[in-house]
């Protein structure tokens, strides 16, 4: 089964908007990790937002935050207000095993704003 | 915040040269860095895992002989495509972690574009 699902390969969104990316996970573990990555056309892969598996508040991060839900196992990123900027590839990881050194990332949404 | 310099960002290279890309995390301590490689529009691909002062650990279908990785220190780790052919022409990235919990996120590196002609 795979860890991390990321159902949309691309998403639209217009211009201050918000958007919903989706992601689910699958963990037997009590304690883990999830976060989202942007990584836009220039490669480099940036850290957005975490969410611990015990945290009972949705992270949030200016404008992001994660809507978790943890009975259903997802984690989706939420952007409020698109910017023109905010055009990348999206991607959801997790965090587990003992020593929590197990990474999995999911196949990624491409997000496109426009204007 | 944590900041993983990975050097160089680009590199074109004739076939059957050897080619060794850093990983430096420079401002903290990284017991653990991680090697991906990563087809266009598609997700990363672990490679293998560097622990500092052990031997790397990679995943299943990685060439241990054709991607050597040193992790010599507690701040560098290196992937050396040995004897590159253009099929190894892809986006290589780095990670790397600082010692703790669940809460820490990989800092990557920008990644290294190797094109072998």
């Known amino acids: 089964a795979q860890k991390i699902t990321q159902t949309q390969p691309g998403m639209f969104v217009q211009e201050k908007e918000a958007v919903t990316l989706d992601c689910t996970y699958d963990t037997s573990d009590q304690s883990y990790g999830l976060f989202w990555y942007k990584q836009p056309s220039s490669g480099e892969m940036i850290f957005l937002i975490y969410q611990g598996s015990y945290d009972e508040q949705n992270a949030t991060e200016g404008r992001y935050s994660l809507n978790f839900q943890k009975a259903r196992k997802s984690a989706n990123l939420v952007i409020s207000a698109s910017q023109l900027g905010d055009s990348a590839m999206y991607f959801c990881a997790m965090r587990e095993g003992s020593n929590f050194n197990k990474f999995y990332f999911g196949s990624g949404t491409k997000l496109n704003v426009k204007p | 915040g944590a900041v993983v310099s990975q050097h160089p960002s680009r590199v074109i290279c004739k076939s059957g040269t050897s080619v060794k890309i850093e990983c430096r995390s420079l401002?903290?301590?990284?017991?653990?860095m991680f090697w991906y490689r990563q087809f266009p529009k598609q997700s990363l691909m672990l490679m293998a895992t560097?622990?500092?002062?052990?031997?790397?650990?990679?995943e299943q279908g990685v060439e241990k002989d054709k991607f050597l990785i040193n992790h010599a220190s507690l701040t560098l780790s290196t992937l050396t495509v040995t004897s590159a052919h253009p099929e190894d022409s892809s986006f290589y990235i780095c990670s790397a972690i600082e010692t703790g919990g669940r809460n820490q996120p990989q800092h990557f590196g920008d990644g290294t574009r190797l094109s072998i002609l």
């Open positions: 560097s622990n500092e002062g052990s031997k790397a650990t990679y």
């Open positions: 401002d903290f301590q990284a017991t653990t």
